[in-house]
């Protein structure tokens, strides 16, 4: 991993700052220099990616992730995403295809949703690092604090919000949601993996989680365009 740029997005900064000022903190920081230092390789290379892509003050959807991508030029920093040029793993084929059967959408050439980060969709892993050919590598090692302080900061936000939680890990964060804000929608569906995105009883392929969040933004006024390059 290289060494990744703390700044974000003013309105994410205290939360970063007293992650960075907590135990949590400075344990998982500790553990990223101590693994470096035996040459681990870590993903992503930016793991506060989305924090800058994606503003607090613009924030309309949140979308969370678990771990990110453990291969070899494919985590970059947002949840599922992958950068242009990669193969589009089996959860993101499923969003693509979703995304196709929802809202009618042809399939994007590249797996990259940075036009999403950018238009206010908070792609958010619930773990921000791990190491290549080791999932969950990182878990419980501190970022948890972080990302649990972001959830919490998103949901205390006022402005409409769609929390798309799809998945037993990202479900899980439901409370957390409830507990912090109010006025927002919660989607809940099966994690978009091949194992589970057809399963009952909240199967992911057809649950219209897009569609759904289009219109109810578009009824409060915080339009979000799903629109990715074909």
């Known amino acids: 991993m290289q060494r990744w740029n703390p700044v974000v997005d003013p309105g994410w ?6 992650w960075l000022a907590s135990p949590a903190g400075r344990g998982a920081l500790d553990f990223l220099q101590q693994r470096g230092a035996a040459a681990a390789q870590i993903y992503p290379p930016d793991p506060l990616r989305a924090l800058r892509l994606t503003p ?18 494919q985590a970059e920093g947002l949840a599922f995403s ?9 959860s993101l084929r499923n969003i693509c295809k979703e995304l196709q059967r929802d809202l009618g959408q042809q399939p994007p050439m590249s797996g990259h949703l940075g036009a999403w980060a950018r238009r206010g969709v908070l792609l958010l892993n619930t773990v921000l690092t791990v190491e290549d050919g080791a999932p ?16 919490v900061a998103a949901a205390a936000d006022p402005a409409p919000k769609v929390f ?22 919660l989607l809940q569906a099966n994690h978009p993996s ?6 009952p009883p909240q199967p992911f392929i057809g649950c219209g989680h897009f569609s759904q969040a ?15 390059d074909a």
């Open 13 to 18: 900064q205290p939360v970063l700052d007293a």
């Open 56 to 73: 607090l003050a613009e924030t309309r959807v949140v979308i969370l992730g678990q771990d990110p991508y453990h291969g070899l030029g």
């Open 82 to 90: 992958v950068p242009q040029g990669q193969r589009l793993p089996p």
């Open 136 to 151: 969950a590598s990182h878990a419980k090692r501190g970022w948890e604090a972080l990302t649990d302080a972001l959830i």
């Open 164 to 185: 798309m939680l799809w998945g037993a890990h990202a479900q899980a964060k439901a409370a957390l949601i409830a507990a912090a804000g109010t006025g927002h929608l």
């Open 194 to 199: 091949p194992l589970s995105a057809t399963r």
């Open 214 to 228: 289009a219109a109810w933004l578009a009824e409060r006024g915080r339009a979000i365009d799903w629109a990715l």
